[in-house]
């Protein structure tokens, strides 16, 4: 594809999202109610690995029970995706209204203990969302906002998703970027406070460390960590809660004040069981369409 086609293309394809996102919230959430039904039922997105994955987290639990979970899922799925959608189009008001931030003064108090910090997070309630922490945080010149990202193979998409993410004035890393671009914020003299998605199945260079999680052998991301206690940041959590729909909390949780005086995969072990909690809680707001053990589904 030729730069100038390109360009075309994703000049519609964002036209076409905006001319959505203009669109009132509660019609977004009935045409997220269509989305969810083709979804589920018509093109089964994925359905076999959703199912298949919760039966295996949750083999305590009655049948009736996780076919409960999975409309659900499928549910807040598609509102996921409206609600992203509509960063295009809504005010920073209305963004505190719909997703409140508890605890972030923890950010004010390591940056002015000269701490930078890392954040893990999940892909869990809507993880697109947790960049308009800095309509809560301190906006000072010196701290840098920026959040890690895996590239999609899908060019255009890949570049709708690296603009959108400017939305509240952060940064989007490339996770073949971060440390040169986290040690530049320090040569400044800034801090930084970088998001790390880390629930995702390690590359296969970074798959040693395994725990018991939702009942099964899973290995975990250890990059993060290391990268985090390599800079002597502090570490948090990003505990998030689905009030109701359109709706969120989250509270800014501290796992560790220093992450070099931690010891190997203790960030880690405590990031999955703060997150295995979260998904028992609520077990629907979890990505379970990810591949996340690597089965053989159709």
Known sequence: MSAKTG?????????????????????LYAISDVLCFVTSEIVRYRRKLVETNIREAFPEMPEKERKRIVRKFYRHFTDTFVETIKLLHVSD??????IVFENVEKVNEYTRAGKS?????????????????????????KIHYSQ?????????????????????????????????????????????????????????????????????????????ELLLRKLD???????????KRGYY??????????????GEFEITDKFAALLERAIRRQPECWLWSHNRWRRNIN
């Open 233 to 243: 940041a502090a570490v948090m959590y990003f505990d998030v809660r689905k009030v």
């Open 117 to 141: 910090i890392g954040i893990y997070a999940a892909h869990y309630c809507n993880w697109e969302w947790l960049s308009s922490v800095t309509l809560w945080a301190d906006n000072s010149d």
């Open 93 to 98: 008001d209305e963004m505190r209204c719909r």
């Open 249 to 262: 909390r989250v509270v800014m949780t501290d796992i560790a004040p220093s992450a070099a005086e931690c």
């Open 7 to 27: 360009n075309m293309l994703y000049g519609l394809l964002w036209a076409g999202l905006y001319l959505l996102a203009l669109m009132p919230f509660r019609v």
């Open 148 to 224: 890690v990202y895996r590239p999609l193979r899908n060019r255009l998409f890949d570049r709708f998703y690296f603009d959108l993410r400017k939305r509240f004035h952060s940064d989007s890393l490339p996770k073949n970027g971060v440390l040169r671009a986290l040690l530049g914020y320090r040569r400044s003299g800034g801090y930084f406070v970088t998001g790390f998605i880390s629930d995702q199945k390690p590359s296969h260079n970074d798959g040693a460390h395994h725990i018991q999680f939702l009942n099964q052998d899973t290995p975990f991301i250890t990059g993060t």
